[in-house]
């Protein structure tokens, strides 16, 4: 069962900001969204994540709406090496325990 | 720091032969442990996960066991391996959620 909602791919352009939604219109009070992005043949690899407020980081900044059933995966300055499949994850937030269950994600193409 | 180790990179093994993968991790104690599988152009598969040496669970009933004789060691292994096993093997470890996984670099199983 889905806990988060993405497109399936998206094209960027090299320079501009890619914009990466995901729909968890039933994320539960408790639960954290994450977001994970996989470059090809290699393992995931973790950019952010947050709760309900807004969060930068060096890679990327994370935008949670109000009502915290969606959210928006920002990279800034799109590079080619930004090419790679983006997961959106929501996960309870005291479950150290409890493994992350990986969707599909959305296959982000940067364009030069 | 941490560093997590897994090997072989790649490996192509006959149907029916034993398969036994190897994942160490270095630079933290009590790591919740993880196995994921990626088949070709399919998501990331939830194999295993331990929380403690000895503590196995399975996520999905399948040709493959795992076991953790160490703190720090996770190992993926088969008696018997099937066409369908072939796929993109990832370790991860954790330490609570709240940092989210590490993964490893992965080995891809050919099986011919």
């Known amino acids: 069962d889905a806990k988060t909602t993405q497109p399936t791919s998206m094209d960027c352009a090299e320079g501009r900001a890619a914009n990466l939604p995901c729909n968890h219109s039933?994320?539960?009070?408790?639960?954290?969204v994450y977001w994970y992005r996989q470059i090809h043949s290699q393992g995931p690899q973790y950019i952010i994540h947050?709760?309900?407020n807004n969060e930068t980081n060096e890679m990327a900044s994370l935008i949670i709406t109000e009502d915290r059933k969606s959210s928006t995966l920002i990279l800034p300055h799109a590079t080619l090496r930004d090419t790679a499949v983006y997961y959106c994850?929501?996960?309870?937030?005291?479950?150290?325990?409890?493994?992350?269950?990986f969707g599909k994600g959305t296959r982000l193409s940067v364009i030069a | 720091s941490q560093t997590i180790h897994q090997w072989p990179a790649t490996l192509v093994q006959p149907v029916g032969s034993p398969l036994s993968l190897e994942c160490t991790v270095e630079g933290t104690s009590n790591p919740n442990l993880y196995w994921y599988r990626q088949a070709a152009g399919r998501g990331l598969q939830l194999l295993f996960y331990?929380?403690?040496?000895?503590?196995i669970s399975s996520e999905v009933p399948q040709n493959l066991s795992a076991s953790r004789p160490q703190d720090r060691q996770f190992i993926l292994s088969s008696k018997k391996l099937l066409l369908s096993d072939s796929g993109f093997y990832l370790c991860?470890?954790?330490?609570?959620?709240?940092?989210?996984?590490?993964f490893g670099s992965g080995t891809r199983l050919t099986v011919v």
């Open positions: 039933t994320i539960s009070g408790n639960e954290y």
């Open positions: 994850i929501v996960t309870p937030r005291n479950s150290g325990n409890t493994p992350l269950v």
């Open positions: 947050g709760l309900k």
């Open positions: 331990s929380v403690g040496i000895g503590q």
């Open positions: 991860a470890w954790s330490v609570g959620l709240i940092y989210g996984y590490t």
